[in-house]
């Protein structure tokens, strides 16, 4: 009797816990970057992953206590900014941020990254066709556009540069 309880708790637990992470992302987009030259403006709450060849990343952590802190390897020069930003900057730099509040601006050549999680987004490239593409929630890879494009980044976006 006592291992069928505790089999029945199990799987309540585990039953509410499935729910909470589908509803806590059921709004959630999803932004890929590729071979980027340009940059990219993300504020927003969730996951971000990327790197570039050369450049730097802006990241802010807007809330210290609701996620791990920023990851970035590879940077040849950190530089502390205000308002609680951090500048990182060289070459094959690296860097991650899971869950929580972030805004985080990338500007450099040969940019790829993946963010999952809502907020906003501006992407802006160079005006050569080549300067990579990027796509929102699995749509087709667009180019990145040759001015300032700002998007929303949910579940339900469609964002292209024409």
Request: glycine share 14%.
């Amino acid at each position: 009797m006592k291992s069928f309880a505790l089999l029945v708790l199990l799987a309540t637990l585990a039953t509410a816990g499935v729910a909470t992470a589908n509803s806590a992302s059921s709004n959630d987009g999803a932004l890929s970057v590729k071979n980027g030259d340009g940059r990219v403006v993300m504020i927003g709450r969730g996951v971000l992953i990327g790197r570039f060849d050369t450049g730097q990343v802006i990241i802010k952590d807007l809330n210290p206590n609701d996620g791990s802190k920023p990851i970035v390897t590879g940077a040849d020069t950190t530089q502390p900014l205000t308002e609680g930003r951090t500048r990182y900057s060289g070459a094959n730099v690296r860097f991650r941020i899971i869950g929580g509040a972030f805004s985080a601006t990338v500007a450099g050549v040969d940019i790829d990254l993946s963010m999952v999680g809502r907020g906003m987004v501006t992407l802006k490239g160079g005006t050569d066709t080549s300067d990579g593409t990027y796509a929102m929630n699995g749509g087709s890879p667009q180019s990145l556009p040759s001015f300032a494009l700002t998007c929303p980044l949910n579940a339900a976006t469609v964002c292209a540069g024409g």
